[in-house]
């Protein structure tokens, strides 16, 4: 119920307020098991891409968006459900383990995911290398790879800034990428970083961004 009144009622007035461009939703497949493999550059990009996509796409998100308390935590976790995010500890030691279980169980319900594959937003626009988790989800799953361009949600959203602007923003989907058959005999780990890497050509193709050839890294803590 929440993600259809948010579907019904929220992301129409968020379309009407940002105009989005979007390009390629026939692309996206309307049922079975599907990864959406986007670039990252914004906090609003998991808002943005759920919210023109043709079905519900979900994302892992930190698991304190969901523990705030009083009126303000309360709103922000009923959004945050109500949009398909799944809440995930990142700061465990086996983060990245666990979010690829989840990743898997989504997967394997026939459910759209969503991942980035730099795995962090890039802090200055230029689009760095996959980490090969999304590979191994696709490579596991059988699930065709959707690849995602995003341009602009910088300027609704940029980083450090924790409230959102009216600005425009362009979304495009791309044709699907299957690798199972194309890789089936290839060892694993040759096959997860070919896969990747052929996963972030299409990202650069939709997307344009300069490359910065090297592994994005997440800031120091503050």
């Given at each position: ?41 914004s906090f609003v990009d998991s808002v943005v891409i759920p919210m023109v ?36 500890e990142r700061d465990d030691t086996r983060a990245a383990a666990n979010s ?7 997967l394997n319900e026939g459910k759209a995911f969503g991942i980035y594959p ?105």
């Amino acid at each position: 119920m929440l993600y259809l009144t948010s579907r019904m009622v929220v992301a129409p007035a968020l379309r009407a307020v940002f105009r989005p461009t979007v390009e390629g939703r026939e692309n996206v497949p309307r049922t079975g098991a599907v990864i959406l493999a986007s670039n990252h550059l914004s906090f609003v990009d998991s808002v943005v891409i759920p919210m023109v996509a043709p079905r519900q796409v979900h994302f892992l998100a930190k698991s304190s968006y969901f523990t705030g308390t009083g009126l303000k935590g309360a709103a922000l976790r009923m959004w945050m459900t109500s949009m398909g995010m799944i809440p995930v500890e990142r700061d465990d030691t086996r983060a990245a383990a666990n979010s690829l279980e989840i990743a898997l169980r989504v997967l394997n319900e026939g459910k759209a995911f969503g991942i980035y594959p730099e795995g962090t937003r890039s802090r200055d626009g230029r689009l760095y290398r996959g980490r090969t988790g999304v590979a191994h989800l696709a490579l596991e799953t059988g699930a065709p790879v959707v690849p995602v361009g995003i341009e602009g949600t910088p300027d609704i959203q940029p980083i450090g800034s924790n409230r959102p602007r009216v600005a425009h923003a362009t979304i495009r989907f791309g044709e699907p990428l299957r690798f199972v058959e194309r890789y089936a005999g290839v060892p694993a780990g040759k096959a997860r970083r070919q896969v990747t890497d052929e996963i972030m050509d299409a990202i650069h193709e939709l997307t344009g961004q300069e490359r910065a050839g090297t592994y994005n890294e997440h800031p120091p803590a503050t």
